[in-house]
């Protein structure tokens, strides 16, 4: 009886599952039947307030039957008003051209938007009408139109980037608007060479994505691979571009990103002049670069813009506290458990100084205060703007403050586990930092477990695995692994700008020659007596 019962579970289970409501139905051509197509376009978009539809008539002399539908949230008024009217009042040079088709007549001499696309497809209609467009059917004809009268009232204003800040350098940056953020892009690279290829993924958003590349930098197998990566994406909805992320990447279950992510225009246009792919989505101001690398992530986009000796002394200091945010806490503990022979005499008295007394091992304590600035810095993140700094600050020093005199944790675990906050911020790709802070948990239990031995092996477990990284081909350590020392003066370091001559190697095979090799500028001679 038993038995039964079990062998029924799964049957049970499957006859209730349903599959997700998707929208994709099969070609419905507009027939020359004017109250089927309007019958048809009403059943499909049933039940939405802010659907209007009409029946009118249109022509010089009001001849013409013919329905519009739009929906009246995404179409602008004033535009719609000015196609309705010179749609009735017609226009006189139609009546020398009758003799052409009715719907061509109508497209050459009444239809003034600037995007008007001819559909023969009821189903494509609705597509373009969910968009913001205006749907125009005429009786008696097997044509139908999409008048382009979006509103553009729905955007917000382009403004710099929050989460990419700059001391130098353009202040704008991309918005939820697919077609802005094209125009920003071409504001900067005006070449016939910078492509947009258009896709639609989500059965039911349909959202818009555009492949952007520069013909003849961009390697021809790297642009093929990303649109068969975007093609095997089956999914009833894209929101954001985090979505897409996840799909392309090549080693999911890692914890480094693998595609960089930025809202800033110039930023993708420094990669695509280096021969890189960028992926646009529709409703994010978020934008994925492919192939990504580490080194990159640790570069500042305001690197490209002061002189050089300034930029390599940010590339220095960063470089120094990726490794302050990574091993920093687990140093402390391995030192305070394991090697107090390590430390100067004096400073190993002060330390035990602090600690006596204490209740936990350093351990727990150095667990306990990293959660807690953990715990503030997502605080500080879900306040509103203009309190969330002052909250995270103040937060900070009242629980750093209350924990030691509390006796919870000593001073110098409220400086270690500052400092290495701190160092985590200095990184300026958010992906980045989010997987060192992750990372750092594992190496303080090493560090507890086996002091600098445990350091030593988790450090050499990061390192494998970076190196076993791709991004779409591209190793992800490159150019340190494989090393390509005529790419440091780039991607590790800056050199001046009139010595960089080639592009980096890892995706410029096509056309590594950026600029001639120039000689560095010189004081002009003065007159010779």
Sequence with gaps: ???????????????????????????????????????????????CCDLVSRPLKIGLDNSTEAFIIYLDDLVDSFALEKTLQLLMQGNQSITNTIE??????????????????????????????????????????????????????????????????????????????????????????????????KMTIGTLTQTQVNIVYIEGLALASLIQE???????IKIDGIIESGYIEEFIEDTPYSLFPQTMVTERPDRVAIALLNGRVVVL?????????????????????????????????????????????????????????????????????????????????????????????EIITEAGIRLPRAVGSAVSIVGALVIGDAA???????????????????????????????????IRFPLLILASAFGFLGIVIGLLFVLIHLCSLRSFGVPYLDPLAPLHLTDFKENIFRAPRWSLS???????????T????????????????
């Design 1 to 47: 009886m038993l038995k039964k019962l079990i062998t029924k579970i799964p049957q049970t289970l499957k006859s209730k599952t349903k599959e997700p409501p998707v929208w994709s139905p099969a070609k419905q051509s507009v027939t020359n039947n004017l109250k089927d197509n309007m019958d048809y376009l009403q059943q499909e978009l049933a039940n």
């Design 100 to 197: 052409k088709p009715l719907h061509k007549v109508i497209y050459d001499h009444l239809l003034t938007a600037a995007q008007v696309k001819p559909l023969d497809d009821l189903n494509t209609l609705i597509q373009e009408i969910l968009t913001g467009t205006l749907g125009l059917v005429l009786d008696g004809e097997t044509v139908c139109f999409s008048l382009g009268i979006k509103s553009g009232s729905e955007n917000r204003p382009i403004e710099e980037a929050p989460s990419e800040a700059v001391i130098r350098g353009p202040r704008d940056g991309f918005i939820e608007n697919i077609r802005i953020n094209r125009g920003l892009i071409r504001r900067r690279i005006k070449s016939p060479k910078l492509k947009f290829e």
């Design 226 to 232: 990303m649109k068969q990566r975007l093609e095997r």
């Design 281 to 373: 989505i529709d409703t994010t101001p978020f934008v994925l670069i492919v192939p990504a690398s580490f080194t990159r992530m640790l570069e500042g986009v305001d690197d490209n813009y002061v002189r050089f000796p300034f930029a390599n002394f940010s590339r220095v200091l960063r470089l120094i506290t990726l490794n302050i945010a990574l091993i920093l806490p687990a140093f402390y503990i391995a030192i305070s458990t394991f090697h107090q022979e390590m430390l100067p005499t004096k400073i190993l008295i002060s330390l035990a100084g602090v600690r006596e007394g204490l209740p936990f091992p350093v351990l727990v304590e150095t667990l306990f205060m990293e959660t807690t600035f």
């Design 404 to 438: 030691v005199n509390a006796g919870f944790a000593s001073p110098a675990t409220v400086i270690v586990v500052a400092m290495t906050a701190i160092s985590t911020l200095t990184i300026p790709a958010v992906e980045a930092s989010r997987s060192i802070r992750l």
């Design 502 to 512: 080639k592009r980096p190697t890892e995706v410029s095979e096509n056309n590594p």
């Design 514 to 529: 950026r600029q001639p090799v120039m000689p560095k500028g010189k004081p002009p001679k003065g007159n010779e007596e």
